[in-house]
């Protein structure tokens, strides 16, 4: 306990360079995932196409590859070198977004049909039908399975020590190397690990319950313990390392 106390501030400035990868990759994956998710959904191929293609290519490839060709294959080929973090951030966005695309994907494709046909009947065009009818029905669909990207996002960044980003898993990587202490030197890691993954799932909970209001539907009772539950496991993608 001695150990971690004194090392306290290393952990969390580590844990602090966690959270900044979480936040911009999923940024980052949000906005993908919002953009060719509906590109996805409309009728002309070549929308569809370009969906296809960006899904397909970015969800096939390790987020680690990624972050590898980012950080040293990129200045190579372009001669444009990206900072470590914004690397990794890239990398993280780009591979979790390409999941997210086809949760919004889905999401659109599963409201029924007779909603779209009674926005036709009133004459809405399709951007008012989508911002207005569509997406926030859909949005209750997604975000169970936009929180478990998140965290599946998060935990991915444990691999971005690998290309000198000083995360929470560099720091504990440094403490086991200079102490030799690893059990103790990871149970920290762990512990922050855990407390973060708690915070996002918090958070996607208030989401969800905001979400389901706005639509009229009645959130499960249970409090706090309620927003605290497992996560669900939604359709099942994850991120590959």
Same mark, same amino acid.
């Given at each position: /306990?001695?150990?971690?106390?004194?090392?306290?501030?290393?952990?969390?400035?580590?844990?602090? @360079?966690?959270?900044?990868?979480?936040?911009?990759?999923?940024?980052? =994956?949000?906005?993908?995932?919002? #953009?060719?998710? @509906?590109?996805?959904?409309?009728?002309?191929? #070549?929308? %569809?196409?370009?969906?296809?293609?960006?899904?397909?290519?970015?969800?096939?490839?390790?987020?680690?590859?990624?972050?590898?060709?980012?950080?040293?294959?990129? $200045? *190579? =080929?372009?001669?444009?070198?990206?900072?470590?973090?914004?690397?990794? *951030?890239?990398?993280?966005?780009?591979?979790?977004?390409?999941?997210?695309?086809?949760?919004?994907?889905?999401? &659109?494709?599963?409201?029924?049909?007779?909603?779209?046909?009674?926005?036709?009947?009133?004459?809405?065009?399709?951007?008012?039908? @989508?911002?207005?009818?569509?997406? $926030?029905? =859909?949005?209750?669909?997604? +975000?169970?399975?936009?929180?478990?990207?998140?965290?599946?996002?998060?935990?991915?960044?444990?691999?971005?020590?690998?290309?000198?980003?000083?995360?929470?898993?560099?720091?504990?990587?440094? /403490?086991?190397?200079?102490?030799?202490?690893? @059990?103790?030197?990871? &149970?920290?890691?762990? *512990?922050?690990?855990?407390? &973060?993954?708690?915070?996002?799932?918090?958070?996607?909970?208030?989401?969800? %319950?905001?979400?389901?209001? %706005?639509?009229?539907?009645?959130?499960?009772?249970?409090?706090?313990?309620?927003? +605290?539950?497992? $996560?669900? *496991?939604?359709?099942?993608?994850?991120?590959?390392?």
């Amino acid at each position: /306990m001695e150990f971690l106390i004194e090392r306290l501030p290393l952990y969390l400035d580590g844990a602090w @360079v966690t959270v900044q990868l979480t936040i911009g990759g999923s940024a980052l =994956a949000f906005v993908l995932a919002m #953009l060719f998710g @509906v590109l996805g959904t409309v009728d002309h191929w #070549l929308p %569809r196409a370009v969906s296809t293609f960006y899904v397909e290519v970015f969800r096939g490839i390790a987020a680690l590859v990624l972050m590898f060709w980012m950080a040293y294959a990129l $200045p *190579i =080929a372009t001669g444009f070198q990206l900072e470590d973090r914004f690397a990794a *951030i890239v990398a993280l966005g780009l591979n979790v977004g390409a999941y997210g695309a086809e949760v919004v994907r889905s999401s &659109i494709n599963a409201v029924p049909k007779t909603q779209i046909e009674a926005t036709v009947a009133l004459n809405l065009g399709w951007f008012q039908r @989508v911002r207005l009818v569509v997406l $926030p029905q =859909a949005w209750a669909q997604m +975000l169970p399975t936009f929180g478990n990207l998140i965290i599946e996002l998060m935990k991915a960044t444990a691999v971005a020590y690998l290309i000198g980003v000083s995360d929470l898993t560099a720091i504990a990587q440094q /403490m086991r190397s200079s102490t030799g202490e690893t @059990v103790v030197a990871f &149970i920290g890691a762990f *512990i922050l690990y855990y407390l &973060i993954a708690q915070v996002l799932i918090f958070g996607m909970r208030l989401l969800e %319950r905001r979400a389901d209001q %706005r639509l009229g539907r009645t959130p499960p009772s249970g409090g706090l313990m309620s927003l +605290l539950r497992t $996560p669900t *496991i939604g359709t099942g993608v994850g991120v590959a390392k």
